[in-house]
């Protein structure tokens, strides 16, 4: 990770902070002040981002390690077992907020309306979010960060719960009944887990060493394809640290041929595969005989676990 990539990265870290404190103390503060649980629920949200921000400025910081005895492979999958804390963090927040919420929808003392007020401070926030969700998909695809990328994917769902806090708000000022206003709240906590419980799942399978985008086995096998003396690529293993690739296989060469051509066909694979698969953190390459059969090889994919599918 490059210095420059590294300060953009804290810097998006930062701001994501800073305008979510803003916008989740403004929500907080006048929810009260106004006796509006939808607009409480949403601050609550943006509260949420508050602490995905501050994991993605510790976690920038431990990725941009470089690897060591104990942590060969880097530091990168860090981001991966943050985002994992992170959905927790998330998931008790709407709990939390559900649990308030029925307690207040059963509760027998009298409500009162919620201020019109509650209504612009919403509009702000749908305004604010959509500023910040903007210039964080701009920095992280500019520095091909899925880190920043999904966070701002998830303040554009913030969007869509304030959005729904507004037409809550409507609703409950058109027919004048304050508990559609704790009923709009109640479905943001459920929104809340389910996108929770959404960033646990997505994380799981980078945790197992899996790819969601499985078109980069036919990526490495045209790479394979595309240099003379290549055959048979097999026990190709691909996994992932945040946003990029390490990939390990067999191919099979000429047995006749020298330990020095042998190489640089290795070298026009590994190339090749670099070339069609731009993020990539490593190739690991075994060069085997033509035709050689090894009865205890277990991991890996061939051609043919694709072509019987």
Do not use: C
Not at 24 to 48: P, Q, R, T
Not at 114 to 132: E, F, M, N, R
Not at 146 to 164: C, L, Q, T
Not at 199 to 212: A, C, K, P, Q, Y
Request: hydrophobic share 45%; aromatic share 10%.
């Amino acid at each position: 990770m490059t210095n420059r990539r590294t300060k953009e990265l804290k810097r998006a870290s930062w701001i994501g902070i800073i305008g979510n404190s803003i916008l989740s103390l403004l929500k907080i503060i006048v929810g009260f002040i106004l006796g509006s649980f939808a607009v409480i629920a949403d601050g609550i949200d943006s509260l949420s981002d508050v602490f995905t921000y501050f994991i993605t400025l510790y976690t920038t910081r431990i990725i941009s390690k470089p690897p060591d005895k104990k942590y060969p492979y880097g530091y990168m999958k860090a981001e991966t077992v943050s985002t994992k804390l992170l959905s927790f963090i998330i998931f008790f927040a709407g709990a939390q907020l559900l649990i308030t919420t029925v307690s207040r929808i059963f509760n027998p003392e009298p409500r009162e309306m919620p201020d019109i007020v509650a209504v612009y401070i919403t509009v702000v926030s749908i305004a604010g979010k959509w500023i910040l969700s903007l210039w964080q998909f701009r920095i992280g695809k500019k520095n091909d960060s899925a880190m920043i990328i999904a966070n701002a994917k998830n303040m554009r769902n913030d969007i869509v719960i304030s959005i729904s806090v507004l037409v809550g708000l409507v609703f409950t000022f058109q027919f004048k009944m304050p508990v559609l206003d704790l009923i709009t709240a109640l479905l943001v906590s459920f929104w809340i887990m389910k996108v929770a419980f959404g960033i646990f799942m997505e994380t799981n399978r980078e945790l197992m060493d899996g790819v969601d985008d499985t078109t980069v086995y036919d990526k490495i096998f045209e790479a394979v394809d595309s240099v003379q003396g290549a055959n048979n690529p097999h026990r190709i293993r691909v996994r992932k640290a945040a946003n990029l690739y390490l990939i390990a296989l067999d191919i099979e060469v000429d047995k006749n041929i020298t330990v020095s051509e042998a190489h640089e066909i290795g070298k026009k694979v590994e190339a090749g595969i670099k070339l069609k698969i731009s993020n990539i953190y490593d190739v690991l390459l075994h060069i085997e005989p033509e035709g050689n059969i090894e009865d205890d090889e277990q991991f890996g994919l061939s051609r043919s676990d694709f072509q019987n599918n």
